[in-house]
């Protein structure tokens, strides 16, 4: 009886051990599957090729999108990115956008949408934008003044409309300077300048409870602003030329010119007094510049534009004794360089690669109204219609017609050039 019960006693005890060792098993086999699913991460999939990728993401139940670009660097099929980082676990991932290249533009496309980089680029130059409804000016169109340096806000929002529904696209003036012309394939380039930090450019109206500015909107800024808005695409940016004034609103200036960098605007030299630099000595030609780019220096060091647009669009010649100490100078101990200087201007400027392209003389637009004629806005776009700066929509690659290619810049090593 007592074998028996020892018997019974020892088949139980093996029981339990055997059901403990088949739970530490099972548990141990559940833990590394766990981990092991938990640590599977992302592959580098821009080494694979598409239908790799489409097996990879079907056997880790991932979502792909794939997204085809024209790109230089890159073989037709060839991957270019992925938008999740290699190495991330796959359990944190919903889907992936995948980019792959479609190579270079074909030359269908480009003659199709007329790509032309040795084309022509407008840079208009407003000075004051007037709260005003056009018709109860005294002058034609938008002008507020006899001459039209000065605009309605009614006139300068048709301007921003007319340049966008023309396929025109807003860049940086230091872009257009220094080459880097960042528009979508088939738009065009167009760079607005505003001269004398006039009050109305950017009016301020108080600030807000947190100490920022308030801009009155049918101010110049204030309607940049509601483009900004309205068209996401217009990439909306300007130049702002001051005096030493800056925009006459002493209470507000510095916050008006840090306000101004920080939301994508550029601030230039317009010389402390509107100085005519035909009629100044060399002294005060350094003088009335440097006084200038002290100020926005002690502002926004390092954050302007050293670029000058010139009063009254003199020296009317590079060849004038004061035009080297406008590029370059000394005043007081502060020493300057102007890396551009901009005329009073009449028609387009030429492109970047142009090899004529002077960027110490650039050519401007005056935006005013004169009934189509003496380049007034509705002329300079009608005589841009075969003659625009269209683009291949890469900032790295310029590309020309082959009748042009007579007119590159020889210099031009930083970028891929392609003809057709």
Same mark, same amino acid.
């Given at each position: 009886?007592?074998k028996?019960k020892?018997k019974i006693?020892?088949c139980?005890?093996?029981?339990?051990?055997?059901?403990?060792?088949?739970?530490?098993?099972?548990t141990l086999v559940?833990?590394?599957?766990?981990?092991?699913?938990?640590?599977?991460?992302l592959?580098?999939l821009?080494t694979?090729?598409?239908?790799e990728i489409?097996?990879y993401?079907?056997?880790?139940k991932?979502?792909?999108n794939?997204?085809y670009?024209y790109?230089y660097?890159k073989?037709?099929?060839e991957?270019?990115?992925q938008s999740v +980082?290699?190495?991330?676990?796959?359990? #944190?991932?919903?889907e992936?956008d995948?980019?792959i %290249?479609?190579? &270079? =533009?074909e030359?269908e496309?480009l003659?199709e949408?007329?790509?032309?980089?040795m084309?022509k680029i407008?840079?208009m130059?407003?000075h004051?934008?007037?709260?005003?409804?056009?018709?109860?000016?005294e002058y034609t169109g938008g002008?507020v003044d006899?001459?039209?340096y000065n605009r309605?806000?009614e006139a300068?929002?048709g301007?921003l409309e007319?340049y966008?529904s023309?396929g025109?696209?807003?860049?940086?003036?230091?872009d257009?300077?220094?080459?880097?012309?960042?528009v979508?394939?088939g738009?065009?380039?167009?760079?607005?300048?505003f001269?004398d930090?006039?009050s109305?450019?950017? +009016?301020?109206t108080?600030l807000?409870? #947190?100490g920022?500015i308030i801009?009155?909107?049918n %101010?110049a800024? &204030? =309607?940049l602003e509601?483009f900004?808005?309205?068209?996401?695409?217009?990439?909306?940016?300007?130049?702002f030329?001051?005096?030493?004034?800056?925009?006459?609103?002493k209470?507000?200036d510095?916050?008006i010119?840090?306000?101004?960098?920080?939301?994508?605007?550029?601030?230039?030299?317009?010389t402390?007094?509107?100085?005519d630099?035909?009629?100044?000595?060399?002294?005060k030609t350094q003088?009335?510049?440097?006084?200038?780019?002290q100020k926005l220096?002690?502002?926004i060091?390092?954050?302007?534009v050293?670029i000058i647009?010139?009063p009254?669009?003199k020296p009317?010649s590079?060849t004038?004794?004061n035009y080297n100490?406008?590029?370059?100078?000394?005043?007081?101990?502060?020493?300057?360089k102007?890396h551009?200087a901009?005329r009073?201007?009449?028609e387009?400027?030429?492109?970047?690669?142009n090899k004529?392209?002077n960027i110490?003389y650039?050519?401007?637009?005056r935006a005013y109204?004169?009934n189509?004629?003496e380049?007034?806005?509705?002329s300079?776009f009608?005589?841009l219609?075969?003659t625009?700066f269209?683009?291949?929509?890469?900032?790295?690659?310029?590309?020309?017609?082959?009748q042009?290619k007579?007119?590159?810049?020889?210099?031009?090593t930083n970028?891929?050039i392609?003809?057709?």
């Open positions: 009886m007592k028996g020892l006693k020892n139980i005890i093996f029981l339990i051990i055997l059901i403990l060792v088949l739970y530490l098993v099972i559940k833990n590394l599957t766990t981990k092991e699913e938990k640590d599977k991460l592959v580098n821009t694979l090729t598409v239908d489409k097996d993401a079907s056997k880790n991932l979502n792909i794939l997204i670009e790109n660097d073989e037709n099929g991957i270019i990115s +980082k290699e190495g991330t676990s796959l359990k #944190n991932i919903k992936i995948i980019v %290249s479609k190579g &270079g =533009i030359k496309i003659t949408k007329n790509v032309n980089e084309g407008p840079v130059m407003y004051g934008i007037h709260n005003v409804a056009s018709s109860d000016t002008n006899k001459d039209g309605t806000s300068f929002r301007d007319k966008y023309m025109y696209r807003m860049i940086r003036l230091q257009y300077v220094d080459g880097n012309i960042d979508p394939l738009y065009s380039p167009i760079v607005l300048t001269d930090g006039a109305n450019n950017i +009016k301020v108080g807000d409870s #947190n920022n801009i009155d909107p %101010s800024v &204030g =309607i509601e900004k808005k309205k068209y996401p695409d217009y990439n909306v940016t300007a130049t030329f001051v005096n030493g004034t800056l925009f006459n609103q209470e507000y510095e916050k010119i840090k306000w101004l960098i920080d939301n994508g605007y550029d601030v230039g030299n317009h402390e007094s509107h100085n630099l035909s009629a100044t000595t060399t002294e003088s009335v510049i440097a006084s200038v780019y220096e002690s502002i060091p390092g954050k302007y050293n647009a010139l009254f669009g009317t590079r004038h004794t100490y406008i590029l370059e100078g000394t005043s007081n101990g502060y020493s300057y102007t551009a901009l009073v201007g009449w387009p400027e030429v492109s970047p690669y004529n392209f110490t650039i050519k401007r637009c109204d004169n189509g004629k380049f007034d806005i509705e300079v009608k005589n219609e075969k625009r269209i683009s291949d929509g890469f900032k790295d690659v310029v590309t020309i017609k082959e042009d007579n007119l590159l810049n020889e210099n031009i970028k891929k392609v003809t057709y």
